[in-house]
């Protein structure tokens, strides 16, 4: 009966120990150091704009409309896209029909809002939802197939915009990893700063 009320004793202090270490310490620990080392990328990379208010954050994608706005890559998370509480792709696999038809939908919609010939290349990025249905990056290839429709609703020399499309456009993790990618919301929030 000593040897059982030992063993029982034994493994309750050793649960309590490490509950106290992993469930308290070891968060606080981190977290501590996260919000010290890592001060914007430990609140979730938020973006302000120009009063400071909180727009969104870098890292995750938002649906943008209208013919002045840089459009992101579609999104299959939640009912209506860009919903980060239902992250997911739509699951779809290259033999699906509803997926074949979808992007022939998509690829023609896009050729008519950024005024392209209806044999011109699309972009993969701009028809296809990524795997989260978050990503918060277009292609810089995507993103010059909407300089011109963005800067003729905007009034805009097109060459301004492709300077901002330059400016906002991330190089691939220490310059291997990945590929380049243009931020949609820090670039729209760019444009909206000179062009309101």
């Known amino acids: 009966m000593n040897a059982f009320v030992s063993?029982?004793?034994?493994?309750?202090?050793?649960?309590?120990?490490?509950g106290v270490i992993c469930c308290g310490a070891y968060p606080v620990v981190v977290t501590a150091i996260a919000k010290t080392a890592f001060a914007e990328?430990?609140?979730?990379?938020l973006i302000r704009d120009g009063s400071g208010k909180v727009v969104g954050s870098a890292l995750l994608g938002q649906n943008f409309s209208g013919e002045k706005y840089f459009h992101p890559r579609p999104?299959?998370?939640?009912?209506?896209?860009?919903?980060?509480?239902?992250s997911s792709g739509s699951n779809l696999g290259p033999?699906?029909?509803?997926?074949?038809?979808?992007?022939?939908?998509?690829?023609?919609a896009y050729r008519v809002a950024n005024g392209l010939a209806a044999d011109q290349d699309v972009p993969a990025d701009a028809v296809t939802a990524s795997g989260s249905g978050l990503d918060p990056h277009i292609s810089p290839a995507?993103?010059?197939?909407?300089?011109?429709?963005?800067?003729?609703?905007?009034?805009?020399?097109?060459?301004k915009v492709r300077e901002l499309i330059e400016a906002h456009t991330g190089k691939p993790d220490l310059g291997i990893l990945g590929d380049a990618g243009v931020n949609?919301?820090?670039?729209?929030?760019?444009?909206?700063?000179?062009s309101p």
């Open 142 to 159: 995507n993103a010059g197939l909407q300089a011109g429709r963005v800067a003729k609703a905007r009034n805009l020399p097109v060459e």
């Open 184 to 194: 949609v919301l820090q670039l729209n929030l760019a444009l909206d700063a000179i």
């Open 7 to 18: 063993e029982i004793r034994s493994a309750v202090g050793a649960t309590v120990v490490l």
């Open 95 to 108: 033999t699906s029909q509803k997926l074949a038809d979808l992007l022939r939908e998509r690829v023609a």
């Open 41 to 45: 990328k430990a609140d979730g990379s």
């Open 75 to 86: 999104s299959a998370a939640g009912v209506n896209g860009y919903d980060a509480a239902s």
